[in-house]
């Protein structure tokens, strides 16, 4: 009882105060000045009546109590007359009201400074830092990989401007980036397409600019007026490297020309599509581009040509013992990836070469390694038809089942299973309609579901690539009746266009809007966790390449170790930073992921070499040499299942000896 009374006296106390203190300024001050007179009054008198040397008068005492009441209270204490008594304690009532005003307006403006810098509104006075505009899931490995790349700098500086609030973004960046090392992270709040707010990163003094691509269906068109605000920003972009990316081919071009000639502008579903392409056909190649594209590891560099000049790129390719040759830069800024062996390197030309540094791109002669008895003629290749099984449709299906086209042999088939309405069907066989090499079949089925992919015999295809189904919306339940299988351009198509015999349990269009990046994902892990029961329960290895939107979904996924995922916010991300550190990459770049030129291949190295011996890799180098390639590594089939390397080693001593096995690849640079 008595702590329910107790209680209830401090609520009553609490809503007292809670009163006065809504009373407003005046009413507060009258209180907080009464009592303060209630506590200094009686604490002066018991100091004047407790003091020996006290006036012994009355009047004296309260003369005394007075002055400490004055002294305590800054208002003077001076006795005298009334009238000087008055006259001093408005003088120094006076007094008080200036030095508080003085000090309220001072402290106003340091908070409002404070809060201003704490909103990023303060413009960032930087040159030659790195400005990366927007915030998406590809924020966070961007800003990673730039701190790896300057990690050997003295100082160095990122900028990122965000409509965010930027402690957020501060805590955010600090939490995945725990180790900035000497490069410091700038955040700044502001809109991306407003001239005026994209000027507090200084874009006009920076190396490079990164215009990442915001989620949501509108990013592209984000994009766009971004690159249009940076030209009026800063026209002409200055001397900073330009590099932004964008979601939809169709929006690539007014992308670019927003970019200026300058700009380098990446279309994430050509990019994607080609690597999931690829990959698909070569497994293993994702992780060498994993490998290739990160800054902690070995990557591409230029060398100047020093005493290689007037020698072809044939004799450079042995000509560096540390460093892999690919290309040649020349003078006029062109990229020519592994030209023609007789090719002459001009003096002012570079090499471009993939090393663990720049510094260790030293021309190191390295020829005299080669093992001549070792080189093997290569047995002619016969073309192999391929049985594909593509799981699953979004947007960029139809430029993977276009890139499979150009790369098969003719007399490829390709079975497509993914949820879809009349519409998708009818665009989807339109799609395969036009193909010359690749015979596409379509089926309509959830993937997600056990049954769908038990009835497909998936141990049975060369190739299973599964990307991401988006825009997903239920629609009505199927009808009971079912058709027969749709074959592009042949067959004919039931009702609901359902997959005959798939016992799909429901039908969903592929539409516009719809799921998350995370939700695609999480159909995609449900889809690799029944795969693997399926490659279990036949004992085999089933060989998969997997599209992901998430990196951090990678790691979940029920895949075997060293398995090919193509992260596309993450992928995109390397591309970017590598592009902006050195802008001749985007060249190479967009002649490795391009459908002609050259292009990364895993070989048997079996081919090249003998492997009943130890060999030098220069002998590897050699053989390629001899077909118009560029060996850059290998990958060991007795460790692809080890990480972190899954037996792929890029830009090995072209003087250390292994011995290959039969089933082993090399990594040549070779034209497609």
């Known amino acids: 009882m008595a702590q329910q009374h107790e209680t209830s006296l401090r609520l009553r106390l609490r809503y007292r105060f809670d009163h006065l203190v809504a009373g407003g300024t005046t009413a507060l001050i009258g209180w907080l000045a009464l009592a303060c007179l209630a506590v200094v009054i009686p604490a002066s008198a ?69 809060m201003s810098l704490r909103r990023g509104h303060s413009t960032v006075l930087e040159a030659g830092h790195t400005v990366v505009l927007g915030w998406s899931d590809q924020i966070l490995p961007v800003v990673g990989e730039l701190v790896a790349a300057n990690a050997n700098q003295r100082r160095s500086a990122v900028a990122v401007l965000a409509p965010k609030d930027k402690v957020e973004m501060d805590d955010e960046i600090s939490a995945h980036v725990t180790d900035a090392g000497t490069t410091r992270i700038i955040c700044r709040s502001g809109r991306t397409t407003d001239p005026a707010e994209l000027a507090r990163v200084s874009p006009q003094t920076a190396k490079a600019v990164l215009v990442l691509p915001p989620d949501g269906e509108t990013g592209d068109a984000h994009v766009v007026k971004t690159l249009l605000a940076l030209d009026a920003a800063v026209p002409g972009a200055g001397d900073a490297v330009v590099v932004a990316a964008v979601r939809d081919t169709r929006n690539h071009v007014t992308a670019q020309l927003a970019a200026g000639p300058g700009g380098h502008v990446l279309c994430v579903d050509d990019i994607i599509a080609r690597l999931l392409v690829q990959t698909a056909r070569q497994p293993g190649l994702s992780l060498v581009y994993q490998e290739l594209l990160g800054f902690d590891g070995d990557e ?33 800024g062109r990229v020519a990836l592994n030209p023609e062996p007789g090719t002459p390197i001009g003096a002012d030309d570079r090499i471009v070469l993939v090393s663990e540094d720049d510094d260790t791109a030293v021309p190191a002669d390295a020829s005299s390694c080669v093992d001549e008895d070792a080189i093997v003629t290569a047995r002619p290749g016969i073309p192999l038809t391929e049985r594909l099984l593509l799981l699953g449709w979004n947007r960029r299906a139809p430029l993977i089942v276009e890139q499979l086209d150009q790369f098969v042999s003719p007399g490829s088939t390709l079975d497509v299973v993914a949820l879809g309405d009349d519409a998708t069907m009818r665009a989807a066989s339109g799609i395969a309609g036009a193909r010359g090499r690749l015979e596409v079949t379509f089926h309509s089925g959830d993937i997600t579901d056990p049954g769908v992919l038990a009835k497909l ?11 991401g189904e988006t825009g997903l919306r239920p629609t009505a339940p199927p009808s009971p009746a079912r058709g027969p299988e749709t074959r592009a351009g042949q067959g004919t198509r039931a009702g609901r266009g359902t997959w005959a015999g798939a016992g799909s349990g429901g039908d969903s269009g592929i539409e516009g809007g719809g799921e998350t990046g995370a939700e695609t994902d999480d159909r995609t892990l449900v889809t690799l966790l029944h795969l693997r029961t399926i490659g279990e329960a036949a004992h085999r290895e089933l060989s998969l390449t997997t599209e992901m939107s998430d990196d951090g979904n990678r790691l979940l996924a029920p895949a075997r170790e060293g398995a090919d995922f193509i992260v596309s916010g993450r992928l995109i991300s390397l591309l970017m930073t590598q592009i902006s550190e050195s802008s001749y990459l985007a060249d190479v770049f967009e002649e490795l992921f391009g459908a002609h030129g050259n292009e990364l291949y895993l070989k048997p190295v079996s081919d090249y070499v003998r492997t009943d011996r130890e060999v030098s890799f220069a002998t590897l180098v050699e053989s390629a040499r001899r077909r118009r390639e560029c060996a850059v590594g290998y990958r060991l089939r007795s460790q692809a299942a080890a990480g972190p390397a899954y037996g792929v080693r890029l830009n090995p001593d072209k003087r250390q000896r292994v011995r290959f096995g039969e089933h082993d690849w090399l990594i040549v640079l070779a034209e497609g």
């Not at 009047?59 to 007359?81: D, E, F, M, P, Y």
């Not at 007094?95 to 508080?100: E, I, K």
């Not at 230029?302 to 020349?330: C, D, I, K, M, W």
């Open 46 to 114: 018991v100091l004047v009546w407790s003091d020996r040397a006290a006036p012994t008068t009355l009047s004296g005492r309260l003369a005394a109590v007075w002055v400490s009441v004055g002294q305590t209270l800054k208002i003077g204490g001076a006795v005298g007359s009334p009238l000087y008594v008055l006259a001093s304690v408005t003088l120094a009532l006076v007094a008080l009201l200036f030095v508080s005003t003085l000090v309220s307006l001072i402290t106003t403006g340091i908070n409002r400074r404070i």
């Open 300 to 332: 591409f560099y230029t060398a100047a040509a020093q005493g290689l000049a007037g020698r072809t790129f044939g004799e450079t390719l042995l000509a560096f013992t540390t460093s892999s040759v690919v290309g040649l830069l020349h003078a006029d």
């Open 457 to 467: 015999d998936v141990p049975s295809y060369d190739s299973v690539i599964v990307i």
